[in-house]
Structures are given as C-alpha cells and as structure tokens.
C-alpha cells in the first residue's frame, strides 16, 4: 500500500503560506498526482479555503483551533480526502500563530501513523516584513516580546527556512535576512523564495521532496510565554452579503475596505499581522491582502467584475481587543459599501483571542 505523502508548510501570519499552497498543489498535480490541501483557523469561515477551493482545489478545513489541539479533526480531515480523492499528496497549512508542530504534529504523524504517511521535512516561510526587525531586535518591531517569541520558535523548529516574498525585496535586504538568519539559526539551510512569481521554487520542491532525518527538532518552549503571545492578538473572520440596484466593482470595494481598514487600525496604533478580504459572485471572486501596518494593500487576485450581489468575507489579525477589532472591521464595511452604492445584511462575525494551546499530543523526544 503506497503511503500519502503528507507536506505541512508553516510561517507566521502573512507569510505566504497560502500562495505557496497553491503553487505546490499546481506543481504536484501538473506531474499527474492527486492533490489534497488541509487550511486550519481558529474560527470558521476562512479566507484562505474559499480561496482555494475557488481555484479548483480539493481542501478541507480544521476550524476551532490549530493541529496540535485537532489532531484528530485533522487524521479525520485526511481520511475524507483520502474517500473523496485518494489523494497522493497532502498539503497542511498550519495556523500561522502557532508553533511547537515538530512536537505535536509531525512527531505524532510519523510514530501513530508512519505506515500511512511519508512526512515531508517540515519547512517554515519567513515574513521579511515583521521578520526583520525581529531578528535585529528593533524596539519598534510592531508586536511586543511575548508575540515575536512565537515567531523564532517557528523559526527554531524548521528543517529549513524560506525567505518568501523575494519579489519585493531588493539584493542588499536578500542579503541582511540572510546573513542574520544564518547567525541565528546557523545549521539550517535557507532558501529564497518567490510564492507569487516561482522564483526559486525548484528549490523548495527539491527540499520537500528529501528523505532523511527530518522533524526532529523538538523545543525547549515556555507555553506560559507562548499562549500570552497568542493571546495579545485580535482574531475576526466577518461575512456580509453585499447588495446594490447597480452594479458595483468588486475589486474597488475590496481594496477600499482593506486600505481603510490599514487607515483606522493605524490611528488605533494596532499592529496589522494580516488582513485578507475575498469577494465572491457567480463564478468570480479577488482576493486583497495587507501583510503589516507599514505595507502596501495588494489586490493579488483580481476578479475583474461588475456585480448586484457579492458575498464579502473579511479575515483579520491584528495586535488589538478583539472588540474594538470588530468594531472597526463594521465601521470600515460600512463605509466602503456605501462607496459603491451597495448595501450589507448583518454580519456574520466571529472576533475573540485565541485560548491556551492545548495539545493532543506532545513528543518530548523525537521517535
């Protein structure tokens, strides 16, 4: 009986780690393969599997909390795949808050269920934008100590590292990442990486694929630390039907939330881990995205249409009370379907902080 080969893909909120999804189902199935992919939030109605599943995919969803608290939704998660698709490859993509999944997932997978999964190396995507900063310590990094904890032990648990986002960089910033995380995570191999354009994907497909010693390393963690860091962050996945007499442009009302949304929590001065707004209609569906305060909103999938009716979904982390979160989330709604003409039902919201990291399982020591 040939075993799933089971790829998880981590990375902290903003990462990539969607885009990158996407193109390794891509790769994968171009080779002929089945594909499975497997999105984990802590709320419902998440950004990244309407999006996926727009684009074709077969995906699953574990919602509530990340994989190591629902491990058995995710082997459950698996197993539908498996009766849909019989999938040849799985792609996870974690919570991008979470960390200690050497632990608590790969470990698990390899010693409960080694005859049914082929696990991949476990590799960690590495956000320039807040990364920098946190490597070199700024005062000013945009989330406090306990936050960017979490983000170096993501970094810490790799079996490698991919610096993503190449296309927005210049030579000399490649350089500095690089430098530093080689200082700090030295041993680790480090790639450099495009999920938008390809660029050096070669690479990252040839390190997934490796067989060997992988996921093994286990962390020394302070899960005090690690679930007050969670905690310090603000979580909102909103829906609203949006409709108007008139068709409206999707595109501009999903980028006028998004950039409104970058205006107000700036005068709140709460850091922006992520934001995504998907609007979908008949078929048609953008995506716009802002990965930090001091970024620039992109429209990465534009729908290019005219629309009476669209349902719009918002999913935000963000540095702030969970409350005022909401708030802003439907006052900038508001206002953006006004500028179009369009009006909004009730929203369907989830806003709250994320509860203590309870694992299923912990591996003290690698099988």
Request: aromatic share 8%; glycine share 8%.
């Amino acid at each position: 009986m040939s075993t799933i080969r089971f790829i998880m893909v981590g990375g902290f909120l903003g990462a990539g780690k969607t885009t990158t999804m996407g193109r390794l189902a891509r790769h994968y199935m171009a080779q002929g393969k089945r594909v499975g992919i497997i999105t984990n939030d802590q709320a419902q109605d998440l950004v990244d599997t309407h999006l996926l599943r727009e684009q074709g995919f077969s995906v699953e969803e574990v919602a509530g909390a990340c994989f190591c608290c629902k491990f058995d939704d995710l082997i459950s998660k698996v197993g539908s795949l498996e009766t849909a698709e019989r999938p040849d490859v799985v792609l996870a993509e974690p919570v991008g808050s979470c960390t200690d999944l050497v632990a608590t997932v790969v470990q698990p997978l390899k010693d409960l269920y080694g005859a049914r999964f082929s696990v991949a190396p476990y590799v960690v995507l590495f956000k320039p934008s807040h990364g920098l900063k946190i490597l070199k310590n700024e005062a000013k990094s945009g989330f406090s100590p306990k936050a960017a904890y979490i983000f170096r032990k993501q970094l810490e648990e790799a079996d490698a590292i991919a610096i993503n986002r190449l296309d927005e960089m210049n030579p000399a910033e490649m350089d500095e990442l690089t430098a530093l995380l080689q200082d700090q995570y030295a041993g680790t191999p480090i790639l450099r990486i495009s999920a938008k354009t390809g660029t050096g994907f070669d690479g990252l497909v040839h390190t997934l694929e490796q067989e060997g010693v992988f996921g093994r390393k286990i962390l020394d963690i302070d899960y005090d630390v690690y679930a007050a860091g969670e905690a310090e962050l603000g979580w909102l996945n909103s829906s609203v039907r949006v409709k108007s007499e008139k068709p409206f442009d999707l595109d501009r009302l999903l980028m006028d939330v998004t950039e409104g949304l970058q205006r107000s929590l700036r005068t709140a001065n709460a850091e922006i881990a992520h934001l995504k707004a998907i609007g979908l209609w008949e078929g048609f569906f953008g995506v716009a995205n802002l990965t930090s305060n001091d970024g620039v909103v992109t429209l990465s999938l534009p729908s290019h249409s005219q629309a009476t009716e669209a349902d719009l979904i918002v999913n935000a982390r963000v540095a702030i009370d969970p409350e005022e979160l909401k708030q802003h989330v439907q006052r900038e709604t508001a206002r953006a379907c006004r500028s179009v003409g369009a009006t909004f039902d009730e929203a369907k919201t989830q806003s709250f902080r994320p509860g203590r990291p309870t694992p299923t399982h912990r591996y003290a020591e690698a099988k």
